[in-house]
C-alpha cells in the first residue's frame, strides 16, 4: 500500500517513546524499566497486527468491489446482447461486433475506476441521434453526386452501430467494389426504419429519451435512387453490386 511507510514510521516511533518513557540507561535496567521495555514491544506488535488485518482488509474490499462489478457488468452486457438478439430477430439486421458497441453506449463500465452506469452515454446517443435526423432530412434531395454521397454517409452511419441492414450474402451495393453498403433497389425506406428502430432500441436499453422518427423518401429521391443502381448495375461508377460469394477480400 502507498502509506505503508507512514503506519512503520509510527510504529518505530510508539517504540521508541515507549524506550524513552521506561528511562533506558546502558547498564542500570532496574524491573521497571524491563515492564515499560516489554510494554513498549507489545505496542510495536499490536500495531503492526494491527496494520496487517487493515491492510489484508482492504484488499478483500476491493476484491469484493472488482468482483461485484465483473458481476455487473457480465448481466449488463448478458441483457444487451438479449435486446440485440431480439432486434436481429424483428428487422432482419446484423450486428457484427456487439462489444465495441456496448463500449461506446457505455463507454466507462469496464473501468473499474468509473462508476458503473446502467444509463448510456448522453453525448454518444445524442450525437447518433442527430446524425440519424439529418440522413432523413436529405430524403427530398436529388442529383447522382448527392444520392452517391448519401448512401456512403449512411453506410458510414451503420458501420458507428455496428449494424448491417443486410447480411453479407445478400446481393447489395459495394462502395469501391470493397465494402458492403447495405443498399439494394429496394430496401430505402427498410434501411431508414431500421435505423430508426435500431438507435431508439439502443435509446431506450441506455434509459435515455430519443425523438426519432421515420419520414418517407420523396419521389424524385425514389427516382434518382434507382437512376444510381442502374448505374452501378451497368458499371458505370466505381461501386459494383453482389453478394459476398463473388468477393475477392
Known sequence: MDRDWVVWILCIGLFASGIVFSKIVPGSLGF??????????????????????????????????????????????????????????????????????YDRVFPGNRNPSLHFEVRGDLQRLDEWSKKYLKIIE?????????????????????????????????????????????????????YISNLCSVLRRVNEFGMVESDLYLTAESTIFERTFKDFMIRVKNGKTPHSFRSNSKSTI
Open 138 to 190: 436529405h430524403l427530398n434531395y436529388s442529383g447522382e453526386l448527392f444520392i452517391e454521397r448519401w448512401v456512403i454517409a449512411v453506410m458510414h452511419f451503420a458501420g458507428e452501430i455496428c449494424m448491417r441492414n443486410v447480411s453479407i450474402e445478400t446481393e447489395q451495393v459495394y462502395i469501391s467494389g470493397y465494402t458492403p453498403s447495405g443498399f439494394n433497389e429496394e430496401n430505402i425506406s427498410r
Open 32 to 101: 521497571t524499566d524491563l515492564i515499560g521495555l516489554i510494554s513498549a514491544l507489545g505496542a510495536l506488535g499490536a500495531a503492526i497486527a494491527a496494520w496487517q488485518s487493515a491492510k489484508i482488509s482492504a484488499q478483500m474490499a476491493v476484491g469484493s468491489r472488482n468482483s461485484e462489478r465483473l458481476n455487473h457488468l457480465a448481466e449488463h452486457r448478458r441483457q444487451f446482447d438479449e435486446m440485440l438478439n431480439q432486434t436481429e430477430h424483428d428487422l432482419g439486421v446484423v450486428f457484427y461486433d456487439r462489444i465495441t458497441l
